[in-house]
């Protein structure tokens, strides 16, 4: 076998419902979570071996991972529901305690010789499961060095990434018989619509009725095509990357700064100058809607997103200065980050329902240029995932999503405070110019990456 080359195989599969029973109801989904395609985001986390405990084996390991799991479905029951499409062909959510399927798998791989820099070779339909049913799927897998690694697909119409965050950190206090620190709320109510609407006038140019989407086509041969890929970023390069994008006048966050630099790097891999560029930012709206009348979105349970982009010419995106990048990447994001943006959208929603719509930018540039989308993992509780035989030495989303646009998750790295580690879905032709040109900035994750200093496996 070469190395990097591995198979899995899945022993036992188990379906884990809450611990207590629960009545069966109906939790419809807000108009915000009407805005997403049925797709589904996955994130996993590699453990060494614990050395520390000689009782901790595999199975116990197991036990536990189960055991914490039915305790937090009780208060997360609609991650143990399922999807199911209404007389008026909305999709809405059964909370009948299905449960949650749970696979136990073993690799034939160390730890150490993961090349998790390849995403669609070492975790994609091997480390994290498939979703056949159900909100939620877990796969647990045994490596032959005995290290562990925990896997969640979930639906994205239930959970974006700041609920699938959530859920993450109560099943780890479950697992250490910690109090959860965080309740999800699944008030439905807060996301109403208006009774006397107003359409926010971006909304338009933002999101698209699906009926309006023209007919998929396939792709022409040999044409280029998105891949996954994982790269390591050190807090100097983002701090230079950040002052470099400041130098107009203007701060702007570390988030801005990769996105435009990003930005920049993808319109000088296109070969046509003339065509533009799109690329979009993914934003969280709770911090909006919260505040007024003491409403408080911390805790609410479930999409609160918009998706705004900026459309600039690939020529002007190669030539300007990153500040400038930078500027245009601000611009297009202040029409998205107010409290009026969001209700609006709410609004827009609940003008076309049954009628389905998806972000603009989710099905590309099409004959406008390329496109891609930037969201923003910061809240990545990549050190807080602590099943109680240590926290990980390495954590991702892992996010093909399946439209026609890229993909970019930056997100904190577990092994050295203020680095990032990068998730990229991007065309194959993008990543290869990306690595040529700016390889030093974006290195290729490995082992070295990883807390494995001094970790030997038995």
């Not at 290290?147 to 239930?158: E, K, N």
């Not at 439905?188 to 023209?214: E, K, M, Q, Y």
């Not at 997100?411 to 065309?427: C, F, K, N, Q, T």
Request: net charge negative.
């Amino acid at each position: 076998m070469d190395r990097g080359e591995f198979s899995v195989i899945v022993h036992r599969k188990d379906i884990i419902a809450a611990l207590l029973p629960l009545q069966e109801h109906w939790v419809p989904l807000s108009n915000l979570d009407l805005l997403l395609p049925p797709i589904d985001v996955g994130v996993f986390f590699c453990y060494k071996k614990p050395t520390n405990e000689k009782s901790l084996t595999f199975s116990s390991m197991v036990s536990t991972l189960k055991k914490s799991l039915a305790q937090s479905l009780v208060s997360y029951y609609v991650l143990a529901g399922e999807v199911v499409v209404n007389s008026v062909g909305e999709p809405e959510l059964l909370c009948n305690n299905r449960g949650v399927d749970f696979l136990e798998a073993y690799a034939n791989i160390e730890l150490r010789e993961l090349q998790l820099y390849n995403p669609d070779a070492s975790v994609e339909g091997k480390l994290v499961p498939k979703k056949e049913e159900g909100v939620l799927c877990v796969q647990v897998t045994e490596l032959k060095c005995g290290s562990a690694i925990v896997a969640c697909t979930f639906d994205h119409r239930i959970a974006d990434a700041y609920s699938a965050n959530m859920f993450l950190v109560a099943w780890a206090e479950m697992a250490q018989s910690k109090p959860m620190s965080t309740y999800p709320s699944f008030r439905r109510s807060l996301l109403n619509a208006r009774r006397l609407s107003s359409t926010d006038p971006i909304t338009d140019g933002l999101f698209v009725p699906v009926s309006s989407l023209p007919p998929p086509s396939d792709p022409e041969p040999g044409a280029d095509h998105l891949i996954s890929r994982i790269y390591y970023m050190t807090a100097k390069d983002i701090d230079q990357l950040q002052a470099e994008a400041s130098n107009g006048g203007s701060r702007r966050s570390k988030l801005e700064s990769l996105s435009a630099y990003i930005w920049k790097l993808v319109a000088k891999s296109e070969k046509d100058g003339s065509k533009r560029c799109n690329m979009g930012t993914v934003v969280d709206g709770r911090t909006r809607l919260s505040g007024e009348g003491g409403l408080s979105m911390t805790n609410y349970f479930g999409n609160v997103l918009s998706m705004p982009f900026g459309n600039e010419s690939v020529e002007e995106l190669r030539t300007k200065p990153l500040s400038w990048v930078a500027g245009a990447v601000h611009e297009y994001l202040k029409g998205a980050v107010t409290k009026e943006h969001f209700l609006g959208l709410i609004d827009w929603v609940e003008a076309r329902r049954p009628e389905l719509a998806v972000a603009k930018i989710y099905i590309g540039g099409g004959k406008d240029g390329t496109a891609f989308v930037v969201s923003s993992g910061q809240r990545f509780p990549v050190t807080k995932v602590d099943f109680g035989w240590g926290r990980p030495v390495f954590g991702s989303y892992h996010f093909p999503w399946g439209g026609e646009a890229g993909y970019v998750m930056p997100m904190p790295s577990a092994s050295r405070e203020g680095d990032w580690v990068i998730y990229m879905h991007l065309m194959k032709g993008q990543l290869e110019f990306l690595e040529a040109n700016a390889g030093n900035m974006f290195q290729p994750l490995t082992a070295d990456h990883l807390d494995l200093v001094g970790y030997m496996c038995n």
